[in-house]
């Protein structure tokens, strides 16, 4: 469970700790504990929500039992604790939920399941790179948009690769005919330089890839 490295919102006893989107899993155990302190019934409340009445009579609220009515303060209090503990982006997510417990189970959909697919899809990812071959028949210039495709989404999923270990995968599963190209490459750029190098990398072997040598 990742802490954020850096945080000021929510380190107080008296304000809920703040939920702005990342650090999900570090949130909700903090929020748990928070709830909790201020009161075990708030947490029961969470966890099963307000067991009141779905349907009144005519005079509507008036029918409600004393208990139904501390139920229904248990929940707008928990809900209260839970809205003043998420930004913006975050309210507008749960803001049609009616009880504290819609809330918390919105939030544990979008973020512990969210993150849960994030994470399978990185492990496809990454064995689709580290499997990543020539296919029969296959032009060097669809091979590397092939590849380029698998590095770009695993950027998007912020799995970044260092640029040089990119090219020297590419380049350890390119064909024999390729050798002394790849070596060209190599001499004439520090695949472990920063951008400038790396920059340099990228053209020479595009134009080789262009020029189908």
């Known amino acids: 469970m990742a802490a954020p490295p850096i945080f000021q919102e929510g380190a107080s006893l008296t304000r809920p700790p ?15 504990n928070f709830i909790i302190a201020k009161n075990y019934d708030l947490w029961n409340v969470v966890m099963d929500g307000p067991i009141i009445p779905t349907k009144l009579g005519p005079k509507g ?6 208990e139904n009515k501390i139920a229904l303060q248990n929940n707008a209090k928990a809900k209260n604790i839970l809205i003043c503990g998420l930004g913006p982006d975050e309210y507008n ?13 919105t939030l544990q959909t979008a973020h512990a399941g969210m993150s849960q697919m994030k994470k399978c899809k990185i492990d496809y ?15 060097i210039q669809e091979m590397h948009s092939r590849f380029t495709s698998i590095i770009n989404e695993m950027n998007s999923l912020g799995e970044s690769l ?24 190599t001499e004439a750029c520090d695949l472990d330089s920063e951008e400038e190098n790396m920059e340099l990398t990228t053209r020479m072997f595009q134009e080789m890839l262009s020029k189908g040598r």
Do not use: H, Q
């Open 125 to 139: 990812l990454n064995r689709k790179y580290e499997l990543f071959r020539m296919k029969d028949g296959e032009t």
């Open 93 to 105: 997510r749960i803001s049609s939920c009616s009880t504290a417990k819609e809330i918390w189970d």
């Open 61 to 66: 609220r008036l029918e409600l039992t004393p």
């Open 18 to 32: 703040f939920f702005n989107g990342k650090y999900y899993g570090w949130w909700k155990n903090r929020m748990m």
């Open 162 to 185: 260092p640029s040089g270990k990119a090219v020297r995968k590419f380049f350890s599963v390119l064909p024999n005919s390729w050798e002394s190209k790849v070596e060209a490459i």
